[in-house]
């Protein structure tokens, strides 16, 4: 029998226009505790989906127990022993917890639920969890820690041999994430292996015994925990040495907007939003404030706490000289703040429509003609400008946006937003999922509006003036970006502020 | 010289030489080119179908459920839909009818031609489409503010208003208007039907709203991506709102009409009307789902289903047996549509 229980070797995976695995290996042992490291977009829910059955690979190999898995069903990978938890809940909100456990596996008696199996089952595996909640309680009337415990419960009840954690402790408080560690550390002494995801490397070092990192789709490295340093780890992580160009930064002296403690403890309905602990920042004329934080890390939500998308409970935001009241992103186009938003298909576009509509539509009522009527020539003029300014290239202005590339999509909206002529342009994660050339062309929109978004670290120290970096919904650091490093933001990014004073005692 | 015309489509001149799809054309056009086959079809197995007066007829008869699948085409790009429009023409007619009916005792009286020196219709035409409006507004309003899907908002609002008219006229019709009402009804107009006039009004207007103004292309914004709609700074629930009062202020138009052509407003006018213009939209292409579709389809749809059951009813076809054709031929018009784009989709 090998020592390893599961083995990927030369896995690759490509979408269009991009590479998004590319030879990676990983090898977990039997009953061991393996980090599965690396930043955002490193390539790391691309492996996870591919052994959950999700995706398959373009090339490459995986072995289970020593016999090469093929194309089998997501289902079909559970009956083998591979579960994936994933960061995102899949359970139903109005289903009670003995019935989330079995969903798609009922026992039954005959052709009927056996109700009194499920719940005797359901019970033992709490039990095993210290799940301290009924069988029959809806899961939505869980914490979200609870509702994590049901995943596992899952989990365990598919009698899993390898279990993967997709960054189990994002959600969770402190105490919480003591539980969850017991919890591994219980599974692994039953002999049960556990590919563990997760951005906070403390934890690494307190529940994991190897590790694996992930860069930028490509195999970086792995390790024993017990023999690495976290400074090593972030080495692996961050990469190359390269000194990037910076491109003639501002120093912006007058302030244009300035929130002050904006806080939002409360969920919000129906979102994974991760709450806000009082941040404040400044934003100032001219230049590009970056937003450093891992996923989960409060960018986002602070960036839409701004813009008005979503209500935050308490805290005051400036804007040029005055406090102003933001209950809506309409009220805030009105002062001038612009929002290119996170998820361009969900967010952004109206993707069964034309380019004129999606570009023009905020803008329309600057392009009237007897008052009432779009003056399409004028329209058609002002969307002519941007093509060219932006180089997007489309064949027509009446083209589907939906059959676009993502960078011209990405530049259909960043033209409708630099239409309203912003004061404020926020800009989250503008670079995601398109290719290198539209990457860079993107990034030079950028400098010559100088605005502010958030996004991947070399492209933050490339493109940014100021860097603020943020963490569980606090800001944890900030620095001109002339002297920030790869090293230095990814240390506040995932380290608490105690942690990072240890960690400079020990240097 | 005064230029007031609306800017002129453009779209034409921008488009490439392609190979010729059928599938395409025939998503494009198909309820059409089947309108035309159909109309062949009644003509020549009845020379009677093709007479002007039965085409006058035939418009006449969808001129009603053609005013208000204007604004159910509104309502549905939103994403939306209105099941209380038959219970709000209903509403309308007789709110309008009792507003000029001057003995007070609303059971079978007939309201006085001289009370209003003539004006009797003009009182009534406003009550009906500000009544509508009204109606419409605060099932828009109910359901963006307490987040209530409007399906569900317009079936109370169905029974309700339906309730409300028999309430207001004691079960019994008003009947008996004066000569200058009842020509919006059956009167003409340059040899042209009043009713066929204002279906053409509503339908140009409806048609030019949608694809000039920028309501319109709010109105698809907000079917398309409410989320994206919200964050480009439109206010979708205002938006959302609106269309219920457009949807409400042509159903009290189309119980104008209804009540003037005969010349009675009854409390069970309109009953099962939702249904044949919720029809009439989605044969047009409009999705359901909000968002894609547009005026010239429901018009054709429209004219569909007129043509159908008139030339049904021609050809002497058991009326039970209509209501089997026209259900098969909705699915047959939805499930081709949807073909069709899933095809487009895969290439």
């Not at chain 1, 990983?26 to 996870?48: C, D, M, Q, Y």
Request: aromatic share 6%; glycine share 10%.
């Amino acid at each position: 029998m090998s020592e390893f229980l599961l083995t990927v070797e030369g896995v690759t995976k490509r979408f269009p226009g991009v590479v998004a695995l590319d030879k990676v290996s990983l090898g977990v042992r039997r009953s061991e505790v393996h980090a599965l490291l690396g930043e955002n977009g490193a390539g790391k829910s691309t492996l996870l989906k591919i052994l959950s059955g999700a995706q398959y690979q373009d090339s490459g190999t995986i072995e289970f127990e020593g016999k090469p898995l093929g194309h089998e069903l997501p289902h079909q990978r559970q009956q083998l022993g591979i579960v994936t938890v994933y960061q995102e809940f899949t359970l139903m909100p109005n289903l009670s917890v003995a019935e989330n456990i079995f969903i798609g596996r009922e026992p039954v008696r005959g052709n009927f639920l056996s109700w009194s199996t499920m719940l005797r089952e359901a019970k033992k595996v709490a039990e095993k969890l210290d799940l301290r909640v009924k069988p029959l309680t809806s899961v939505y009337a869980l914490s979200v820690a609870e509702q994590q415990m049901v995943e596992i419960a899952r989990a365990l009840t598919m009698k899993a041999k390898l279990i993967i954690l997709d960054e189990p402790t994002a959600a969770l408080s402190d105490r919480e994430v003591g539980k969850l560690h017991q919890i591994v550390r219980d599974l692994k002494a039953q002999g049960i292996s556990i590919i563990y995801v997760t951005h906070r490397l403390a934890e690494v070092k307190q529940i994991c015994d190897c590790f694996t990192v992930l860069r930028d789709g490509q195999y970086a490295g792995e390790g024993q925990v017990a023999d690495t340093s976290i400074d090593q780890i972030v080495r692996l992580m961050v990469g190359r040495n390269v000194e990037y160009m910076h491109g003639e930064h501002h120093k912006g002296e007058e302030v244009v907007a300035r929130l002050e403690g904006i806080t939002r403890l409360k969920r919000l309905p129906g979102s994974q939003a991760v709450p806000l602990r009082g941040m404040s920042l400044e934003i100032r004329k001219g230049e590009i404030l970056g937003l450093a934080g891992l996923v989960g890390a409060g960018r986002t939500e602070l960036m839409r706490a701004l813009f008005g998308a979503d209500l935050f409970e308490s805290g005051k935001v400036y804007f040029e000289g005055r406090e102003v009241t933001i209950r809506s992103p309409n009220e805030a186009i009105e002062l001038g703040i612009v929002l290119v938003p996170e998820d361009r298909k969900q967010q952004g576009l109206f993707l069964a429509h034309s380019v004129r509509m999606n570009l023009t539509l905020p803008s329309l009522a600057k392009l009237l003609v007897c008052r009432f009527f779009i003056d399409r020539r004028k329209e058609s003029a002002l969307i002519e400008n941007f093509r060219k300014a932006l180089r997007i290239r489309m064949a027509n202005q009446e083209i589907v946006v939906g059959t676009l590339s993502g960078g011209n999509q990405q530049k259909v909206i960043l033209a409708r937003c630099m239409a309203l002529k912003p004061k404020i342009l926020i800009v989250d994660e503008p670079t995601r999922g398109i290719d290198i050339g539209a990457k860079a062309e993107v990034h030079q929109l950028l400098r010559e509006l100088a605005s502010n978004g958030t996004a991947e670290l070399p492209e933050l120290i490339l493109l940014c003036d100021r860097i603020i970096a943020v963490k569980e919904g606090r800001i944890t650091g900030e620095m001109p970006a002339m002297e920030a490093t790869e090293e230095k933001l990814l240390k506040l990014m995932v380290l608490a502020p105690h942690e990072q004073h240890a960690h400079i005692d020990a240097q | 010289m005064a230029q007031t015309t609306a800017p002129i489509d453009k779209v034409v001149e921008v488009e490439k030489k392609q190979p010729f799809e059928w599938v395409a054309f025939l998503q494009k056009f198909g309820v059409f080119l089947f309108l035309i086959l159909l109309i062949i079809f009644f003509g020549s197995q009845n020379p009677r179908f093709l007479s002007i007066r039965n085409l006058f007829n035939i418009l006449t008869d969808v001129s009603i459920y053609g005013v208000m699948a204007v604004g159910m085409t509104l309502v549905i790009l939103t994403g939306g839909v209105d099941l209380s429009v038959g219970a709000i023409l209903a509403l309308c007619a007789m709110c309008g009818a009792a507003a000029i009916n001057g003995t007070g005792d609303t059971r079978s009286a007939t309201p006085d031609p001289h009370k209003f020196g003539g004006l009797s219709w003009l009182i009534a035409l406003l009550m009906c489409v500000g009544l509508g409006s009204v109606v419409g507004l605060i099932q828009g309003k109910v359901s963006t503010k307490f987040r209530i899907a409007p399906f569900i908002v317009t079936l109370g609002g169905m029974t309700v208003w339906r309730g409300a008219t028999l309430l207001i006229g004691e079960g019994s019709p008003i009947s008996g208007f004066d000569t200058n009402y009842c020509w919006w009804g059956s009167g003409s107009f340059l040899g042209v039907p009043v009713p066929v006039l204002l279906f053409l009004v509503v339908t140009v207007v409806g048609y030019v709203v949608l694809r000039y103004t920028p309501y319109g292309r709010h109105v698809y914004a907000v079917g398309g991506n409410a989320e994206a709609a919200r964050l480009t700074g439109l206010r979708v629930d205002r938006i959302v709102t609106s269309v219920y009062g457009i949807m409400g202020f042509l159903a009290g138009l189309a119980g104008f009409v209804q009540s003037a052509r005969l010349s009675s407003a009854e409390a069970t006018a309109g009953l099962g009307f939702e249904l044949t213009v919720i029809a009439s939209v989605v044969i047009g292409g409009t999705s359901l789902m909000g968002g894609v579709g547009g005026i010239a389809g429901t018009v054709v749809g429209t004219l569909l289903i007129g043509v159908l059951l008139n030339g049904l009813v021609i050809m002497n076809v058991n009326p039970y047996f209509q209501q089997i054709i026209i259900g098969v031929i909705i699915v047959l018009a939805v499930g081709f549509d949807t073909y069709a784009k899933s095809r487009r989709g895969r290439k």
